[in-house]
């Protein structure tokens, strides 16, 4: 069946644009997750939803960061004013129960790769 | 915050070798532990996952383990091969919330 989509794949923005990043999870999860991956760093967590609501905001960076999800399935990461510290590979995971108490494995997409001039 | 350290963080071996990669959570109140697999370029790949109740999990080659009271796991790879080269990842969230913290990965490079 289908994995984690997401788009664009690649996205190159002027600093001070903002962006919209797409996430379509595995169809059926309820768990999705977000993630940022700089050159050279290890993954950071942004947020996770679990249907349509975020009880997890804590690793969103600063208030240009949001994210909503909609029908329990696509989410949206919105980076308002991108700075060039913004670049990095976004990552979606979705997983098909919420990971902590009810665990599962997380099914990841193959991310958007977004420069910031 | 739980800081999480995987060693090596490079690793280049020759085909056929077994190897071990290493995971330790400053927090050892982790949940559960997940090893991914990245190629280059490319998103994670799920290898294993250990349960809350589990201590270790197989999958082909690859077995991994958990010591939540010392809060480390390591994944054991049998007879490498040049197609396991990748960079592994070792992540787990806390008892209490859901989010997954990664280790920086350890960079695997089997030579034939």
């Known amino acids: 069946g289908a994995g984690v989509s997401q788009s664009p794949s690649n996205k190159v923005t002027e600093k001070g644009k903002d962006v919209e990043l797409r996430c379509d999870p595995i169809?059926?999860?309820?768990?999705l997750y977000w993630y940022r991956q700089s050159l050279g760093q290890g993954l950071e967590f942004l947020i996770y939803?679990?249907?349509?609501?975020?009880?997890?905001k804590s690793g969103l960076p600063s208030d240009r960061f949001s994210a909503e999800r909609t029908g329990g399935s696509v989410s949206t990461l919105t980076i308002q004013r991108t700075q060039q510290e913004d670049s990095a590979v976004y990552l979606c995971?979705?997983?098909?129960?919420?990971?902590?108490?009810?665990?599962?494995?997380?099914?990841f997409g193959p991310g958007t790769r977004l420069t910031v001039l | 915050k739980q800081e999480v350290t995987q060693i090596p963080a490079a690793l280049s071996v020759p085909e056929g070798e077994n190897l071990v990669l290493n995971c330790s959570f400053t927090?050892?109140?982790?949940?559960?532990l997940q090893w991914f697999r990245q190629d280059p370029g490319k998103g994670l790949t799920s290898l294993l996952l250990i349960q809350s109740s589990q201590r270790e999990q197989t999958s082909g080659r690859l077995n991994a383990s958990l010591d939540k009271s010392s809060g480390r796991s390591t994944l054991y790879i049998a007879a490498s091969q040049p197609g396991d080269s990748a960079t592994y990842l070792c992540a787990g969230p806390p008892n209490t919330g859901n989010q997954f913290y990664f280790g920086t990965g350890t960079s695997l490079t089997v030579i034939p």
């Open positions: 995971a979705s997983s098909l129960l919420p990971g902590g108490l009810i665990t599962d494995t997380q099914y």
């Open positions: 939803f679990q249907g349509n609501s975020a009880p997890d």
């Open positions: 927090d050892s109140a982790i949940y559960n």
């Open positions: 169809s059926g999860h309820t768990a």
